[in-house]
């Protein structure tokens, strides 16, 4: 493997992930989310980023972690890949770091499933093993387009609410 940039982060109860930071386009506080009805419940809701509508999706709801605790430290990491403008809320950041190709191995193929197809990679990171996930893979294109057709319907309620 070739050496990555990862941005580590936490979910809950400190599980940290991690994510090749060229799929990251920024890093922003959890605010002002206009929540929106009838959308999957991993879904928190749209946030306005320098006009741009910007859908947010809970991560720890997604990955089957339960509700996060949101505190002072909860970011929202805005995604630079081919699944539009997604965020995705995590509990906080912790670091970002230059980690060498000979410390990011395969996945063991006994972890695979169709319940994790998001994962990537795995990273020895000091004592820790951390897995690598691939945003553009969070969500199926089914399941995406599906979502994305309910935000652009929600859209107009939240460009009429501003």
Same mark, same amino acid.
């Given at each position: ?73 909860? *970011? =929202?990491?805005?995604? !630079?890949?081919? @699944?539009?403008? #997604?965020?995705?809320?995590? $509990?906080?950041?912790? %670091?970002?770091? &230059? ?37 553009? *893979? =969070?969500?199926?294109? !089914?399941?995406? @387009?599906?979502? #994305?057709?309910?935000?652009? $319907?929600?859209?107009? %309620?939240?460009? &009429?609410?501003?």
């Amino acid at each position: 493997m070739k050496d990555m940039q990862v941005l580590f982060f936490n979910l809950n109860d400190n599980q940290v992930f991690g994510v090749d930071a060229m799929q990251i386009k920024e890093i922003i506080s959890y605010d002002d989310i206009y929540k929106m009805e009838d959308i999957p419940e991993f879904t928190e809701g749209i946030v306005n980023i320098r006009g741009t509508d910007t859908l947010v999706v809970s991560m720890n709801k997604k990955l089957g972690f339960g509700e996060e605790k949101i505190t002072e430290k909860t *970011k =929202i990491i805005i995604g !630079n890949g081919g @699944n539009g403008n #997604l965020g995705f809320v995590v $509990n906080d950041v912790r %670091e970002v770091l &230059n980690i060498g190709g000979q410390n990011i191995k395969a996945l063991p193929k006994i972890v695979l499933n169709s319940s994790n197809s998001y994962l990537d990679f795995i990273c020895i990171k000091g004592e820790e093993l951390v897995y690598i996930i691939n945003l553009d *893979k =969070i969500m199926d294109s !089914n399941e995406l @387009n599906d979502l #994305l057709a309910k935000y652009q $319907n929600k859209g107009a %309620e939240f460009e &009429n609410a501003q």
